[in-house]
C-alpha cells in the first residue's frame, strides 16, 4: 500500500508511514496536512534522533510519460508510485503555431519586426524546449521527493535506442544481440510502437511474435518499418501472403497498418536526445546515481513476473533491484504536467493579433488557475454537491473547476477552499 510521507516540525524527511497510521495522528491533533498531492503530513512535535531508512528513487524516462517509484532496497518494498506525463507535443505544437504567425505577418510587408539570425546564441546543452520542459519535469519531482521522504541514491534507465539498427538491422553484428538480454531492446521498441497488441485482430494479453508485413520469402527484409506484432493464430493464417491480399477485406486496418509502419522515430530521439543531460542534472543532487539499460529493466520485470507499467519498469530499473518488489496496493498517482500559463500574455486572433487583453498576474480574489479546491455548493443551488479538482480562475469569481467525473461551472468563489496552490500539475489516483 502507498505510504504517507511525514515531515518533522523543521520541514526533515521522516520515515513514510501507514495511511492508518496518518490518520491517526491527524485525528489525534499531533499533526495537520502539509501536501495534498503527494499527501504529505507535518508533526507538530520535535523528534529528537530520529532513525530513518534510507530510500531510493527509481526512474524509467519516457518520451511522453515517466515512470517514477520509491523503493526500499532492504525490504523490496515499493513505498510511491507516480507516473509522470509531459507536454512536450503540447509545447511544440505551440511553437510552431506561433512561428506561422510571426511568419506570415512578415509576409504581408505590415509592420513588424525582421527576422533575426545573427544575434542567436545557444550555450552548452542547450536542449529545445519540447525536451528540455521533460528534462525539467523529472529534476523537479526528484527534489519534491527528496524534501518529502529520507532519499539517499537515485536509479536512472539510460536507454539508448540504436536508431540506424531499427533502420537497418545489418549493418552491424549480432554479437551484442547474443546472451540473457537477447532481443530486448528491439521488441520493448515495436511492443510501445503497437500498443501490445495484435495489429490483425486487436487482441490483448496473449503471447505476441515479430511479424514481418513484407514476407521475407517475398524479399522483405528485417527493418524496423517492416516489423509488426501479431498472435500465432494471425501470424500462421497470413503466413507468405502478401498483406494486401490478407487484409483484402479490412481496408481501415491495412490503412492503419501501413501508415503506423512508416511513422518517425520521434519519441525514441528525444530519449536519446536528453538521457545524458539528465544524467549530469541528477548527479549534480549529490546523490549517487545507477545507471540501467532498457533491456536489464526489462529482464529485472520479467523475472518478477510484473505486469507492465511505467511505475513498475522504474521499479525495475538497475542491479539494485530487489530479489522481491512488494507492489500490492500500490495505487500510482497520475501527474500531468500543465505548465504555469505565463508565456502567452492574451489570447491571438486567426491573423496573429490580440483579441484580448493581457492576463491579470493578479485576480481581486485569493483564486489561481491550477489551484486544487473543494467546492461545497449548498442545495437548491445550481451544480449542489461537493466538487473537488482542479480550478480554471475567472477575475469575476465564476469558477470551472476539472473533477474526476467532468467539467463543473460557475461555481461561486464564496464556496471555495483551496486544497492545494498551483504548481503546473495535475493530479489523480489510478485504478
Known amino acids: 500500500m502507498s505510504k504517507v510521507f511525514v515531515v518533522d516540525s523543521y520541514d526533515k524527511p521522516l520515515n513514510p508511514v501507514h495511511p492508518g497510521w496518518a490518520r491517526l495522528l491527524l485525528k489525534q491533533g499531533k499533526a495537520s496536512v502539509y501536501r495534498r498531492f503527494p499527501f504529505t503530513i507535518i508533526l507538530k512535535t520535535v523528534v529528537g534522533l530520529p532513525q530513518v531508512e534510507p530510500l531510493r528513487i527509481k526512474i524509467d524516462p519516457g518520451s511522453q510519460t515517466t515512470g517514477i517509484a520509491v523503493v526500499n532496497d532492504t525490504s523490496g518494498e515499493v513505498v510511491f508510485a507516480a507516473n509522470l506525463e509531459h507536454r512536450g507535443k503540447e509545447i511544440k505544437k505551440r511553437l510552431d503555431n506561433r512561428r506561422a504567425v510571426r511568419r506570415n505577418r512578415?509576409?504581408?510587408?505590415?509592420?513588424?519586426?525582421?527576422?533575426?539570425?545573427?544575434?542567436?546564441?545557444?550555450?552548452?546543452?542547450?536542449?529545445?524546449?519540447?525536451?528540455?520542459?521533460?528534462?525539467?519535469?523529472?529534476?523537479?519531482?526528484?527534489?519534491?521527493?527528496?524534501?518529502?521522504?529520507?532519499?539517499?541514491?537515485?536509479?536512472?534507465?539510460?536507454?539508448?535506442?540504436?536508431?540506424?539498427k531499427m533502420e537497418n538491422p545489418e549493418?552491424?553484428?549480432?554479437?551484442?544481440?547474443?546472451?540473457?538480454?537477447?532481443?530486448?531492446?528491439?521488441?520493448?521498441?515495436?511492443?510501445?510502437?503497437?500498443?501490445?497488441?495484435?495489429?490483425?485482430?486487436a487482441k490483448k494479453n496473449v503471447p505476441l511474435q515479430i511479424e514481418h508485413i513484407h514476407p521475407r520469402a517475398n524479399g522483405g527484409t528485417d527493418r524496423i518499418s517492416n516489423l509488426t506484432l501479431s498472435c500465432e493464430k494471425c501470424n500462421l493464417a497470413k503466413g507468405t501472403q502478401d498483406i494486401r491480399e490478407y487484409l483484402a477485406r479490412k481496408p481501415d486496418v491495412l490503412k492503419h497498418i501501413l501508415a503506423q509502419a512508416k511513422a518517425p522515430l520521434k519519441d525514441a530521439t528525444a530519449v536519446n536526445a536528453t538521457r545524458w543531460l539528465l544524467y549530469e542534472r541528477l548527479k549534480a543532487t549529490g546523490l549517487p546515481v545507477e545507471c540501467g539499460s532498457g533491456g536489464r529493466t526489462h529482464f529485472n520485470r520479467r523475472r518478477l513476473n510484473l505486469p507492465k507499467e511505467h511505475w513498475i519498469d522504474a521499479a525495475c530499473v538497475g542491479k539494485s533491484t530487489p530479489e522481491v518488489l512488494l507492489i500490492n496496493g500500490i495505487k500510482p498517482l497520475l501527474i500531468s504536467a500543465f505548465g504555469h500559463g505565463r508565456r502567452q500574455m492574451c489570447l491571438m486572433s486567426e491573423a496573429g493579433f490580440p483579441r484580448t487583453k493581457p492576463k491579470a498576474r493578479h485576480f481581486p480574489h485569493e483564486f489561481h488557475t491550477?489551484?486544487?479546491?473543494?467546492?461545497?455548493?449548498?442545495?437548491?443551488?445550481?451544480?449542489?454537491?461537493?466538487?473537488?479538482?482542479?480550478?480554471?480562475?475567472?477575475?469575476?469569481?465564476?469558477?470551472?473547476?476539472?473533477?474526476?467525473?467532468?467539467?463543473?461551472?460557475?461555481?461561486?468563489k464564496n464556496y471555495c477552499q483551496i486544497l492545494q496552490r498551483a504548481d503546473g500539475y495535475g493530479y489523480t489516483y489510478e485504478k
Open 106 to 164: 512578415r509576409a504581408r510587408l505590415t509592420r513588424y519586426r525582421k527576422p533575426r539570425f545573427n544575434n542567436r546564441k545557444r550555450g552548452i546543452g542547450w536542449l529545445p524546449p519540447s525536451l528540455e520542459s521533460r528534462v525539467a519535469n523529472i529534476l523537479t519531482w526528484v527534489n519534491r521527493l527528496r524534501r518529502y521522504c529520507p532519499c539517499t541514491s537515485i536509479s536512472q534507465e539510460l536507454v539508448k535506442f540504436d536508431l540506424q
Open 171 to 201: 549493418i552491424s553484428g549480432v554479437e551484442y544481440q547474443q546472451g540473457t538480454l537477447q532481443g530486448y531492446e528491439m521488441r520493448q521498441y515495436l511492443l510501445e510502437k503497437w500498443k501490445r497488441q495484435c495489429v490483425y485482430c
Open 370 to 412: 491550477g489551484d486544487i479546491v473543494r467546492a461545497i455548493v449548498p442545495a437548491r443551488r445550481k451544480n449542489s454537491g461537493v466538487h473537488v479538482g482542479r480550478l480554471s480562475a475567472k477575475a469575476k469569481g465564476g469558477f470551472t473547476i476539472y473533477t474526476k467525473k467532468g467539467k463543473v461551472t460557475d461555481i461561486s
